[in-house]
């Protein structure tokens, strides 16, 4: 290991090897000079499934979307200079979702910072305090002990990643030229690190007496289900726990409990809006499990009931913006749940929760609404794809409107449902879901809004060159539809330049420049049959056309529909 090239080999070599020995299966390489050593080391790993995407964003989103579908890490490879800031958004959604993303940026050596040699930056925490670990790796030495400590140092580094709660990590390589091997590198050199093993939180048995006496004495009671990635048997534990309570179960569809229990309540958003049944149901009990929760109408009505509330959290990680908890516990939320429901005492069955027969009201009186419909609403767009896609295969929903109509008005679907709901925000959608299809080998479908669209066209551009099968459901309503819903759409005459954002824009040409087959469908039975002819098999962009405003007194009208049906004797 004398010459730099062997040395930048050997340190790659060591570093991918690591990484994969820590679960790693996936990578995606972004094109640049100075993650040479890194992108060889990465192609040359047999353990590993390697993806080149040209658009550094774009790439962190596909990683992000493979780490968090398959609840192991996954590389995301730039390098030096802004290529890596380009990482940011994946990073802070890896952060907040509690997604193991590794991001690996290359670097110059220390002797060429601060003498303006060109594509070099400062990126020591580049990322601040929003990735677990960052670990600057100096460049490569002639030692073993060096090699060693740069192997220990990322076996540390992705521990962390894994560990609770999980999160994303920041490693920084320096790399000196030359840095292309002269020939083939061969095997890793040095010994591994010690493989260092995450521990489980248990959920503290005291705690689980507590809670279970509490929840003993109070009968009137629900189960809420927030976003929960995990394909797990958590549906199974919450049934069991919900027929000991008597507690109906609230579940949102990204919770992976909605399509999964058949009498899991879906409707809530809307029911709870119908201001009598709201205060009949008031709970004096609630079990919540899961991240933050998309409605906003149930989030309030928790926080205003003044209900013991009980909080089962799989990471430590407390979603509570109310600050309505009374106990927390931290644990494993399948076990957590069985026993609880082990602990839960006995007793005579009570009254029918006013929120279950509402349920069935507004089902039906919806399944005859949606029937109804002679041209495509954006809530039956959601609910005809949520509902179209059957058990094994993967729909990812883009955050604004995409998931707050599927939230409402799906019930009918069996698709796992992933959504970024960490921080809400609607770039590197088809990216993320490339990515989840891609690690899953799920038939994937995404629905998405059109200017979610437009933040992440080189998406499409990585789907075209990785040739993986991704249907795309597009709704244009030409702008920012859900600043139609608020106060501001009726208060300043700027509301389309400033709010609306109109682009006009024919999605056409989009499938055109990405080789996408297009379809634009009229009714809820022609967007199914789109789905359903295209998911897996192709590349394929299907354009919802809607109205802004129209779709405003939609989901008004719809609200009409189930108040009405509950205020039938």
């Known amino acids: 290991m004398t010459a730099p090239f062997e040395l930048n080999a050997a340190w790659a070599g060591a570093i991918v090897d690591e990484l994969c020995s820590a679960g790693v299966t996936e990578a995606v390489v972004c094109p640049g000079s100075r993650s040479t050593p890194l992108a060889l080391a990465c192609a040359a790993e047999r353990r590993l499934r390697v993806r080149s995407v040209i658009d550094e964003r774009s790439g962190a989103f596909f990683a992000l979307g493979a780490a968090k579908a398959t609840g192991r890490p996954a590389i995301v490879l730039a390098t030096s200079g802004t290529a890596g800031a380009h990482f940011y958004p994946a990073i802070l959604e890896a952060e907040a979702s509690r997604i193991p993303l590794v991001a690996v940026t ?19 925490h580049l990322f601040g305090t929003h990735v677990r670990v960052f670990a600057h790796l100096s460049a490569p030495e002639e030692t073993l002990e060096g090699l060693r400590h740069v192997r220990a140092v990322v076996a540390a580094a992705a521990a962390r990643a894994l560990a609770s709660p999980r999160g994303p990590i920041h490693l920084n390589a320096a790399f000196r030229e030359p840095l292309a091997p002269r020939t083939r590198p061969n095997a890793p050199p040095g010994s591994p690190a010690p493989r260092i093993v995450p521990g489980v939180l248990e959920a503290d048995a005291a705690a689980l007496d507590v809670a279970a006496r509490e929840l003993s004495r109070r009968p009137r009671g629900v189960i809420v289900c927030g976003p929960r990635d995990a394909w797990d048997e958590l549906p199974d534990a919450v049934r069991t726990l919900s027929a000991r309570l008597g507690y109906p179960i609230l579940a949102e569809a990204a919770s992976q409990l909605r399509f999964r229990i058949p009498d899991a309540l879906a ?240 999605f056409r040409h989009v499938a055109d420049l990405c080789g996408a087959s297009f379809e634009r469908p009229r009714s809820a039975s022609e967007l199914r049959a789109c789905v359903r002819k295209n998911l897996g098999s192709r590349l394929c962009l299907v354009e919802v056309r809607t109205a802004r405003a129209a779709n405003v007194e939609r989901h008004r009208e719809l609200q009409r529909i189930v108040a009405a049906a509950l205020e039938m004797p």
Request: with cysteine; net charge negative.
């Open 267 to 506: 409707h809530y958003d809307v029911l709870l809006k119908h201001e009598p049944l709201a205060a009949a149901a008031k709970p004096d009990a609630v079990v919540r499990l899961g991240a933050g929760l998309t409605s906003k109408t149930l989030q309030h009505w928790l926080d205003s009931a003044g209900a013991w509330t009980l909080t089962l959290s799989d990471d430590g990680v407390l979603f509570d913006p109310g600050h309505s908890a009374s106990l927390v516990v931290c644990g494993d939320a399948v076990r957590a749940c069985s026993e609880l429901a082990r602990r839960i005492q006995r007793r005579e069955p009570g009254p029918e929760s006013p929120l279950v027969r509402a349920e069935r009201a507004a089902r039906r009186a919806l399944e005859e609404a949606f029937a109804a419909e002679t041209a495509l609403s954006e809530p039956g767009t959601a609910r005809a794809v949520a509902d179209e896609l059957a058990e094994g295969s993967l729909l990812f929903v883009s955050s604004s409107m995409p998931v707050r109509d599927v939230d409402p008005w799906a019930t009918g679907g069996r698709a796992r449902l992933l959504s970024n709901r960490g921080v809400n925000g609607i770039d590197g959608v088809i990216s993320s879901a490339l990515g989840a299809a891609a690690a899953t080998e799920l038939p994937t479908a995404v629905l998405m809004g059109d200017l979610a669209l437009l933040h992440d066209l080189s998406g499409l551009v990585a789907a075209r060159r990785l040739g993986i099968p991704l249907v795309v459901v597009v709704v244009n309503n030409d702008g920012g539809g859900i600043f139609q819903f608020l106060p501001i759409a009726e208060a300043t005459e700027h509301f389309e330049e400033l709010f609306a954002t109109p682009h006009g824009l024919d």
């Open 106 to 124: 290359a670097d110059r050596p220390a002797e060429l910072h601060g003498f303006g040699a060109p594509q070099t930056i400062d990126q020591q």
